[in-house]
């Protein structure tokens, strides 16, 4: 039996208990697993005063050293990693995946955390010493302020770790509202964050409704930039509500993204990458291989390749090991994967394999659906324009390279992309030309941290990760000096 989790919010340092709680249940089996504060604006005033407080006294963590806050965060990731294995657990069974996946997401956080760090270090700057001799000017990097971090419920950690340790790199403080289906870990990675030495204040989590929390983060003054990581249409009206005190935003929102396989592609490399990408955390992926598009000559080879080995695919409940597949996130968002699944029937797309929801023993309990693939799928079908958020592929061939690109940037999503061949001009010419923040080649969903993400179009606005998502979280400043004498001196004049 899981023990049930009992937290209250992380406000400056100490854990704040509310009234009201909001209960998280197993997307796998339905047992009760933890209990987070149902909090309100209240809250959240308390928790942006600390952060505020934290980020204006200069000496408490704004104004260190970069190399000081490199080294207190240093000591946080020696910590994270001690609890790698029970970070991983909560994750698994509050998200509904296979817990192998949760301790790889935990670990890949932590190497984001290690690059952040590191560039606590190097913060850029510079210098301009050649407006003459009587004049020096600096471009300074200041940290933004106090940063309000909203979190989805797919990938709790990893889409945190995105932003949190960079900010905290910079000099921010921060306040976190994770999504009230997976609070967990962000309440834990708080509190490790004091053990590890970064003072209070530095990183508050209020946890509850994005109605409530979300809405009141989002409107108050004492945020200086918003980071939101979900859904394109909340970063829209997070968008709009920053814009009436013009805020900084960072928005990392949705995709629909486009694996293109051409013919002379190394074929089972491509058949691994295509059903990694569509499967993988259930589908539940901003970047997500949803999109199948192949050249038409070696399609029904490849898409029977395609189909077997997806009816190998091992679903399981979150302890599963050896799972490649879990649950979906809860049974509102099942059914909404399950209306696109009858979507593309009743449009006239072929069903190849799965379109159906689990219902046997191990699984009735929970939110599973089978791996899902449709063949003959074209431009104007819902499974091909929108965001279904679940193990769905929609396949639609190409004859040529042109009509491949087409194809791929035919969608108002921009995140991601990826592309199979063996030919390095042709990798390099379709990568240029699709409109999309990140395009893998000859992979799928692997990168390393140097590298920012995000997205063109309607995917988002800024990037994270690399020293680009470092620098989403400082000003600039110029500083122009008048070196040696007095600078517009008042003409002399007779007493």
Known sequence: MTDVRDYGNWIDGSWVKTSGTVERSSPANGKLLARFADSSEKEVDLAVKAARKAFDDRSVWSALPGAERAKAISRWIELLVRDTDKLAKMEAEEVGKPIRFARGETEWSIELARYAAALAWQIPSDLVSNAGDANLGLVIREPRGVIAMITPWNFPLVTLFQKLPYALAAGCTVVIKPSELTSSTTLEIAALAKEAGIPDGVINVVTGSGSAVGEALTGHRGIDMISFTGSTAVGKRIAARAAEQMKRVGLELGGKAANIVFADADIDAAIDGVLFGYILNQGEECVQGTRLLIEEKIADEFVGNLVERSKKIR?????????????????????????????????????????????????????????????????????????????????????????????????????????????????????????????????????????????????????????????????????????????????????
């Open 315 to 495: 679903t399981g409940l979150p302890e599963d090991d050896q799972a490649d597949l879990g649950a979906l996130i809860h049974e509102k968002h099942m059914e909404k994967v399950l209306g696109y699944i009858q979507s593309g029937l009743d449009e006239g797309a072929r069903l190849e394999v799965g379109g159906k929801r689990l219902t046997d023993a191990t699984f009735g309990k929970g939110f599973f659906v089978a791996p899902t693939i449709f063949s003959g799928v074209t431009p104007a079908m819902k499974i091909f324009r929108e965001e279904i958020f679940g193990p769905v592929l929609a396949v639609t061939t190409f004859k040529t390279v042109d009509e491949a690109i087409a194809l791929a940037n035919d969608t108002n999503y921009g995140l991601g992309n990826g592309l199979w061949t063996k030919d390095i001009d042709k990798a390099i010419q379709v990568s240029r030309e699709l409109k999309s923040g990140t395009v893998y080649v000859n992979t799928f969903l692997e990168t390393t941290v140097q590298m920012p993400f995000g997205g063109y179009k309607e995917s988002g606005i800024g990037r994270e990760n690399g020293m680009d998502g470092l620098l989403e979280f400082t000003e600039v400043k110029s500083v122009f000096v008048k070196l040696g004498k007095r600078a517009h001196a008042l003409p002399h004049t007779a007493g």
